[in-house]
């Protein structure tokens, strides 16, 4: 049997070239030997999660925050899932939970951001984008969501200042 570590790197590799289905087979079989390691429960939710198996994705993140309740990775991507499946209130306490433990990850505070902005919130969503931004300057995903967020509060100077940043790095 190959050891926990490998399994699991084989695992992210396969999931990030696009075959999550088979890296779920990797994770579980390293869970044989570590049934107890959050990060496993992690990375298969991810992989569920690419393969649109959101409910099978939610318990695994859900497994992995029992075990480790500090891991902000599983807490944000479960908003994630609450956000997809309008279920806005869960969505907003697990971003802020994930923001709580690691208020430097940028994809959160997007993600965070576009909740915020669905609920009409455009302040508060302007915000997460420029921390998102500021975190990254390089996050595409945020750059944009910041340049319309301007667009939409008709701050046009900061929209062309950041479509501008934009071009530059693409």
Not at 141 to 150: E, F, M, P, T, V
């Amino acid at each position: 049997m190959k050891s926990v570590q490998k399994l699991n790197e084989a695992g992210i590799t396969l999931t990030e070239a696009g075959r999550p289905v088979e890296a779920v087979m990797l994770f579980k079989e390293a869970l044989q030997a570590e049934p107890y390691n959050p990060l496993l429960y992690l990375n298969i939710g991810i992989a569920q999660q690419k393969t649109g198996s959101y409910d099978e994705a939610l318990e695994s993140f859900q497994t992995a925050v029992s075990i480790d309740n500090s891991l902000a990775a599983a807490w944000s991507a479960m908003g994630l899932i609450y956000h997809e499946q309008f279920l806005f209130e869960l969505a907003e306490q697990c971003y802020k939970t994930a923001l709580e433990l690691d208020s430097d990850e940028p994809k959160t505070w997007n993600n965070y951001g576009a909740l915020h902005f669905l609920l009409g919130n455009y302040a508060a969503a302007r915000i997460c984008f420029e921390k998102s931004a500021s975190i990254s300057p390089y996050y595409k995903d945020a750059l944009i969501n910041l340049r319309d967020i301007c667009r939409e509060q008709k701050d046009y100077r900061a929209a062309a200042e950041t479509e501008l940043h934009l071009r530059n790095i693409r």
